[in-house]
């Protein structure tokens, strides 16, 4: 009962970060309680996440909830190595490679160019108020792939220099991708400066929901991540993500290959169809 606990404050205050993760989690809290108010409790954690939902519902799709599991982990494993691989062929040497956030797909993708022996850097924003690109900058300095950190007001400073752009995502409807705040700003800046991003993403984060005209609701975070001691009649919002134009995207980058969004969803329906499933 308590590891299972340990699992939902972690989810819930972000120090499990980033959607495979979370998923990952959640399918293994799922070994210690599955009865319903576990599985009310783990979906209410993260509400921009369909792939913590999509994995719960799979790995209750199977009698033997181990097994469920054990298939949950393959899969994450599998589309993991097929987005490194497809991803990582768009990178040439020489590039300037922009992302923001933290994306374990991303920095998979780029770990995955740097064994093909290509020469590339990468200027990454901080991603206030959590910094998670803090957390990138170190990864990728400790597999020693070139790394500059940007504050995220200088994002156009980095993508005046940059060739392209990854970043991953949190959720995907058939008309919008949502990734972390300030994602669609810094791709309006990739438009005009025409910088080709690419979203690199488990088809698992598909919300099957939206297709019955229900939103995808936007994770508001607490005041005290942005300041801890506001003074009295400022107001502070902190919506941790936001919606991308498609229009904004060159195409997405799935275990599946590389599609433009409605093939990518047209592929995902044949599948997984458990997902399209009530």
Known sequence: MNHFNKICKDIKEVKIQGARAVAIAAAKALLIRHDKKAVKKLISLRPTEPTLRNTIKFVLSHKDIKYGVKKTLNHFEDSQKKISRYGSNLIKNGMIIFTHCHSSSVINILKEAKKKGKKFEVYCTETRPLYQGRITAQQLAKVKI??????????????????????????????????????????????????????????????PATIYGIEEKIEKRHIKEVWPNPPKGVKISNLAFEKIDPGLVTAMISELGIFMKKSFIVEVRRAYPFIFRD
């Open 146 to 207: 070139p790394v500059t950190l940007f504050v995220d007001s200088a994002a156009r400073v980095a993508l005046k220099k940059a060739d392209i752009a990854f970043y991953g995502c949190d959720a995907i409807t058939p008309t919008k991708i949502y990734n972390k705040i300030g994602s669609e700003l810094f791709a309006l800046i990739m438009k005009k400066y025409d910088v080709p991003l690419y979203i690199a993403t488990d088809s698992w984060k598909f919300d």
